[in-house]
C-alpha cells in the first residue's frame, strides 16, 4: 500500500518562508517522478513543481519560480518544497504526488497516489 503524507504547512505573513515534507511509503521515490500541487477553495488544483526520478530535472509554475524549490531526499524517501517569500495568493491547501510514470508533471491526472495536504495559509 502506497501511502503519501505531506506536513509543514502553517499560517504565516506574507514574506516569510516555510518547508513542507511529503514522506512516500511502500513505494521508493528514486523510481518516480514526484510533484507538487495546490488548491485554493473554488479552485482547481494548479501546478506548482516537479522533480524528475533522477531529480535532474525540475519544473516550476511561473507564479512560483525563483521563490519556490523542489528537491528530494531519496534515502529519506521524501520529497520537499522550500517556499520562500510567500504572498497571500500561496494560501491553499498543498498536495504532494507520485507521476504514474507518462506524460507531463504537470498534469494531476497523470499522478496516481496522493496525499491528504497540508494547509498553508498567507495573511497579515
Known amino acids: 500500500q502506497v501511502l503519501v503524507v505531506e506536513s509543514g504547512g502553517g499560517s504565516v505573513q506574507p514574506g516569510a518562508s516555510l518547508r513542507l515534507s511529503c514522506l512516500v511509503t511502500?513505494?521508493?521515490?528514486?523510481?518516480?517522478?514526484m510533484g507538487w500541487f495546490r488548491q485554493a477553495p473554488d479552485s482547481q488544483r494548479e501546478f506548482v513543481s516537479s522533480?524528475?526520478?533522477?531529480?535532474?530535472?525540475?519544473e516550476y509554475a511561473a507564479s512560483v519560480k525563483g521563490r519556490f524549490t523542489i528537491y528530494k531526499d531519496d534515502a529519506r524517501n521524501t520529497v520537499y518544497l522550500q517556499m520562500s517569500s510567500l504572498k497571500p495568493e500561496d494560501t491553499a491547501r498543498y498536495y504532494c504526488?507520485?507521476?504514474?510514470?507518462?506524460?507531463?508533471?504537470?498534469?494531476?491526472?497523470?499522478?496516481?497516489?496522493w496525499g491528504q495536504g497540508t494547509q498553508v495559509t498567507v495573511s497579515s
Open positions: 522533480v524528475t526520478f533522477m531529480g535532474g530535472t525540475t
Open positions: 504526488a507520485v507521476h504514474g510514470g507518462r506524460g507531463s508533471f504537470d498534469d494531476p491526472a497523470l499522478f496516481n497516489y
Open positions: 511502500g513505494l521508493k521515490i528514486e523510481d518516480y517522478a
